[in-house]
C-alpha cells in the first residue's frame, strides 16, 4: 500500500506539488504513519470482537442439572476458551503493538524508498522481491516454531529483525525468557532506525526523478550522497 500510494503520487506529478509544502522525509513519514493507524486500528477492533465473544461465552462451562448432578460443557469451544484464560493477554497485546510498529516501520520504509525510486510498476519487481523473501520465510518459520517454539530456527529468527516480528509473536504463549525478548526488541528498534534513514536518502533523491532505468548500484550511490 505504502509503495502504491508513493509510486502513484510520482507518476500522476501529484508530489511536485507536495514537495512545495512540505519536506520528503516529512511526506514519507506522514504516509508510512497514517497507514500504520488503519491498521492497528484494524486490529484494535478485532481485539474488541474477540473479547466480546471470549466474555459472552464464558457461561457455558458448568450447567446445573437435578440437585447435585452437573454437566460439564466439554465441547471444543470451552477447551479453547479455557486455553485463552491461561494466555497472558496484557503481554501479548503489549509486545504485538511494539513489533507491529517497529516491524511495520522496518518493511515500509523499504517499500516507500522504492516506490520513490521507480517511474512504473513493472519496475518494481526487481527490488520488491529480495524484500519480500524474509516476511515468506518468517512465515514459515513461524508456522515450524508452533511445534518447537524453542529449537534454533525459532531461536534465531525471533532475533533476527527482518523475522522477528512474526517468529517472536508465535513464541511468545509458549514462554519467552525476558533477555531475548528485550535483544529481539533492541535489534529490531535500531534495524527499523537505520532502514528509515537509509529509505529518507533514496525517497529524497528519487522522488522527483524521471524516465531513468533504477538498478541497485544507483540506488547505492543515492544512499551515499551527502545532501
Same mark, same amino acid.
Given at each position: 500500500?505504502?509503495? #502504491?500510494?508513493?509510486? =502513484?503520487? %510520482?507518476?500522476?506529478? /501529484?508530489?511536485?506539488?507536495?514537495?512545495?509544502?512540505? *519536506?520528503?522525509?516529512?511526506?514519507?513519514?506522514? *504516509?508510512?504513519?497514517?497507514?500504520?493507524?488503519?491498521?492497528?486500528?484494524?486490529?484494535?477492533?478485532?481485539?474488541?470482537? $474477540?473479547?466480546?465473544?471470549?466474555?459472552?461465552?464464558?457461561?457455558?462451562?458448568?450447567?446445573?442439572?437435578?440437585?447435585?448432578?452437573?454437566?460439564?460443557? =466439554? @465441547?471444543? @469451544?470451552?477447551? $479453547?476458551?479455557?486455553?485463552?484464560?491461561?494466555? #497472558?493477554?496484557?503481554? $501479548?497485546?503489549?509486545?504485538?503493538?511494539?513489533?507491529?510498529?517497529?516491524?511495520?516501520?522496518?518493511?515500509?520504509?523499504?517499500?516507500?524508498?522504492?516506490?520513490?525510486?521507480?517511474?512504473?510498476?513493472?519496475?518494481? =519487481?526487481?527490488?520488491?522481491?529480495?524484500?519480500?523473501?524474509?516476511?515468506?520465510?518468517?512465515?514459515?518459520?513461524? $508456522?515450524?516454531?508452533?511445534?518447537?517454539?524453542?529449537?534454533?530456527?525459532?531461536?534465531?529468527?525471533?532475533?533476527?529483525?527482518?523475522?522477528?516480528?512474526?517468529?517472536?509473536?508465535?513464541?511468545?504463549?509458549?514462554?519467552?525468557?525476558?533477555?531475548?525478548?528485550?535483544?529481539?526488541?533492541?535489534?529490531?528498534?535500531?534495524?527499523?532506525?537505520?532502514?528509515?534513514?537509509?529509505?529518507? %536518502?533514496?525517497?529524497?533523491?528519487? /522522488?522527483?526523478?524521471?524516465? *531513468? %532505468? /533504477?538498478?541497485?548500484?544507483?540506488?547505492? %550511490?543515492? /544512499?551515499?550522497?551527502? #545532501?
Amino acid at each position: 500500500m505504502v509503495m #502504491n500510494s508513493v509510486l =502513484q503520487e %510520482k507518476t500522476n506529478r /501529484i508530489v511536485e506539488i507536495l514537495i512545495c509544502s512540505v *519536506k520528503p522525509f516529512e511526506l514519507m513519514m506522514g *504516509k508510512i504513519i497514517s497507514i500504520a493507524l488503519v491498521g492497528l486500528t484494524q486490529f484494535v477492533l478485532w481485539i474488541l470482537l $474477540i473479547g466480546a465473544l471470549f466474555f459472552a461465552s464464558s457461561g457455558l462451562v458448568d450447567i446445573p442439572l437435578q440437585g447435585d448432578i452437573s454437566i460439564t460443557d =466439554q @465441547s471444543s @469451544s470451552v477447551q $479453547i476458551m479455557q486455553g485463552l484464560l491461561s494466555v #497472558n493477554f496484557v503481554e $501479548i497485546i503489549s509486545f504485538f503493538v511494539l513489533y507491529f510498529i517497529a516491524g511495520y516501520m522496518l518493511y515500509a520504509s523499504l517499500f516507500a524508498a522504492i516506490g520513490a525510486a521507480v517511474d512504473n510498476e513493472t519496475d518494481t =519487481q526487481q527490488f520488491v522481491f529480495p524484500i519480500m523473501i524474509p516476511i515468506l520465510f518468517a512465515m514459515y518459520a513461524g $508456522i515450524y516454531s508452533i511445534g518447537n517454539p524453542d529449537g534454533p530456527l525459532a531461536f534465531w529468527c525471533s532475533l533476527v529483525p527482518f523475522t522477528s516480528p512474526i517468529v517472536m509473536m508465535v513464541r511468545l504463549p509458549f514462554g519467552v525468557a525476558l533477555w531475548e525478548k528485550i535483544i529481539s526488541i533492541v535489534i529490531l528498534v535500531a534495524t527499523f532506525l537505520f532502514t528509515t534513514w537509509m529509505a529518507a %536518502k533514496i525517497y529524497r533523491t528519487g /522522488i522527483l526523478m524521471y524516465g *531513468k %532505468k /533504477i538498478t541497485w548500484r544507483e540506488l547505492w %550511490k543515492w /544512499i551515499k550522497y551527502r #545532501n
